[in-house]
Nanobody
Framework: QVQLVESGGGLVQPGGSLRLSCAAS????????MGWYRQAPGKQRELVAAITSGITRGTSTNYADSVKGRFTISRDNAKNTVYLQMNSLKPEDTAVYYC??????WGQGTQVTVSS
């Protein structure tokens, strides 16, 4: 089993920044990809960003077009933690953000609200 615990969500004004963290525990293998998804009210869950392990080859990342240039995903394999740095936040970024491990395991989600 794998447990994922997100933190760092909250209320921020448009143009502000937040950093989300996701700590993984349990049967963790660092060579699996990790990612962040989000789900806004009335919408489907969507991929925000994903990152490979970087163990066998250089780390690669993938971003939704809507967040490219504003969000940065990173990971610390020694700490089994993945981060999402979110800058220049917009009201449309408001959603529950979920951490994902190996496309199978999910965290409980953390609320991000962008509003003035």
């Amino acid at each position: 089993q794998v447990q994922l615990v997100e933190s760092g969500g909250g209320l921020v004004q448009p143009g502000g920044s937040l950093r989300l963290s996701c700590a993984a525990s349990g049967r963790i293998f660092s060579f699996y990809a990790m990612g962040w998804y989000r789900q806004a009210p009335g919408k489907q869950r969507e991929l925000v960003a994903a990152i490979t392990s970087g163990i066998t080859r250089g780390t690669s990342t993938n971003y939704a077009d809507s967040v490219k240039g504003r969000f940065t995903i990173s990971r610390d394999n020694a700490k089994n933690t993945v981060y999402l740095q979110m800058n220049s936040l917009k009201p449309e970024d408001t959603a529950v953000y979920y951490c994902n491990y190996n496309t199978v395991y999910w965290g409980q989600g953390t609320q991000v609200t962008v509003s003035s």
